[in-house]
């Protein structure tokens, strides 16, 4: 049931120390003990708003959830910390989407873990990471465990996602009222198990989509029932991730998702749920299916500007989709193109790290932003996953993040002089309780490396001044890494 409620978050999870393999990618990360993840992200101006989750690994919920606001090139001015909001044993921030010019909405869920109760919540929250208004449909102990995509139609909020019903994932919607009281829970019936995705209002009518994609299908549900009253079983294979439309088309937009769980479709479809499928972007060989294979998972995964879209496809992956499981990605693509799947860029990103791509965001000066979950098994087989977050502008090129930022437990060590001229020294801890003291400059690069040292005094005399970290490994097993600079 944990393997459910948890089955955004990736099997495997990431060290800093991934940055010394392979190509030099540029990428800010945010990592700490447990598996880290974004599920959300929108750009309001030249602000960009994403979630942090931080969680156990197959425990479920986020141990940390927090809301960042940063610029175009991610340099993070204000944060909100939403882990025990409400009052909650465990928050955990499942997606974050815009609302309006000056406000987004960030879905959630705040559990009570004794007895077992949770409650799904939109919260309204404005650019200075204020929360202004809440959507929530009360304490539930009827297992409801994730909640994807939303939509506001006619002053209604819709919010979809999946329950548990015994260990199958049943495709579920929410009504509230615009005073954020909970109307009704929807169950739908038309398929055997699967998650509602990609909630979207056109026009005034509401359109979704089922997954995984052997129960793919887009809908339509009516604004005034909340029933669905058209469905496009023709489109059986092809999951939704989300929709976009464009000023210029009245009457139709634009989809992109899972293509039988081999590829990323990109579709245009019209308010008669008629589908013509633009391209699949089948590029690479995916070696675990014997096929051609560029896999998407569910999140909303793309991005709009003007007349172009941008999104991440993971290459070479396997797949799970009976357990709704994202598998592990060998290379990872980041795409612009037009409405007519004409390539604009596109760049792989590959350090011999595992990608796992779960949201994008176009930002105001022309470029993108794509938020991944990182692994590298070779570096630590526990595990644990880091937020990576690379930013593209207009021309596709890398604009250069190094920041990382690491909010390990301290261990209570402390690392001193810093700043450092000729040398630096850990103390608070004996050398016989350390099992690696590894330095690293900010590509990423060992500079030092003593496993079992015999002393915590490190010579840095032919060090170039500058920012480097420190990972110190005990032999308990903790970890901590500090950011020490050079002058």
């Known amino acids: 049931m944990n393997h459910l409620r948890n089955y955004l ?69 204000d944060s909100i910390d939403l882990s025990h909001y409400g009052g909650f044993d465990l928050f955990h921030i499942s997606n974050i989407v815009s609302f309006s010019d000056s406000t987004f909405l960030v879905l959630g869920q705040g559990v009570i873990q004794n007895p077992y109760s949770e409650t799904f919540s939109v919260l309204v929250m404005d650019t200075s990471l204020n929360i202004i208004k809440v959507f929530d449909s009360g304490l539930r102990s009827d297992t409801i465990v994730g909640g994807l995509s939303v939509c506001v139609v006619d002053s209604f909020l819709i919010f979809g996602g999946f329950q548990l019903q015994g260990i199958s994932p049943k495709p579920i919607y929410l009504i509230f009222d615009e005073d954020g009281n909970f109307l009704e829970k929807k169950v739908v019936k038309h398929v055997p198990f699967g998650v509602v995705n ?91 299916t014997s096929s051609r294979g560029t896999v998407a998972d569910i999140g909303i995964l793309a991005a709009k500007s003007e007349r172009e879209i941008y999104f991440a496809t993971g290459e070479g992956a396997y797949y799970i989709p009976q357990q709704l499981q994202p598998g592990l990605i060998t290379n990872m693509k980041l795409w612009r193109i037009d409405t007519g799947g004409n390539v604009i860029w596109s760049v792989l990103v590959n350090d011999s790290s595992y990608y796992f791509p779960t949201k994008t965001v176009a930002t105001s000066d022309g470029g993108a ?58 103390s608070g801890v004996e050398a016989r309780e350390v099992r690696s003291a590894t330095i690293y400059d900010v590509n990423g690069k060992v500079v030092i490396q003593e496993e079992q040292p015999e002393s915590l005094e ?17 032999k308990s097993g903790q970890s901590g890494v500090y950011k020490v600079v050079r002058e």
């Open 458 to 474: 490190f010579d840095t005399s032919s060090f170039v001044p500058g920012t480097y970290f420190l990972q110190v490994v005990l």
């Open 9 to 77: 978050l990736l099997l495997v999870g990431v060290l800093l120390s991934t940055f010394s393999y392979g190509q030099k990618i540029h990428e800010k990360i945010l990592n700490n003990q447990n598996s880290n993840s974004c599920f959300g992200a929108v750009s309001i101006g030249s602000n960009v708003f994403f979630n942090f989750n931080s969680a156990d690994f197959y425990k479920g919920y986020s141990k940390e959830a927090k809301v960042y606001r940063c610029d175009n090139n991610i340099n993070i001015s």
């Open 369 to 426: 932003v794509f938020f991944s979950m990182k692994y590298d098994w070779r570096i630590d087989p526990q595990p644990k996953t880091s937020l990576s977050i690379i930013k593209l502008d207009s021309t596709g090129n890398f604009v250069g993040l190094t920041e990382i930022e690491v909010p390990y437990q301290n261990l209570g060590i402390d690392v001193f002089p810093n700043p450092f001229t000729d040398g630096v020294t850990i």
């Open 198 to 288: 990609g909630l979207y209002n056109f026009n005034g009518k509401i359109y979704g989509g089922f997954r995984p994609s052997q129960y793919a299908s887009v809908f339509q549900i009516d604004s005034k029932t909340f029933e669905i009253t058209r469905l496009d079983t023709g489109s059986r294979g092809f999951a939704p991730g989300g929709f976009v439309d464009f000023d210029d088309s009245p009457n139709s937009f634009y989809f992109y998702g899972e293509y039988f769980s081999e590829y990323l479709g990109f579709a245009k479809i019209d308010t008669n749920l008629t589908i013509s499928i633009i391209d699949t972007f089948s590029s690479v060989n995916n070696p675990n």
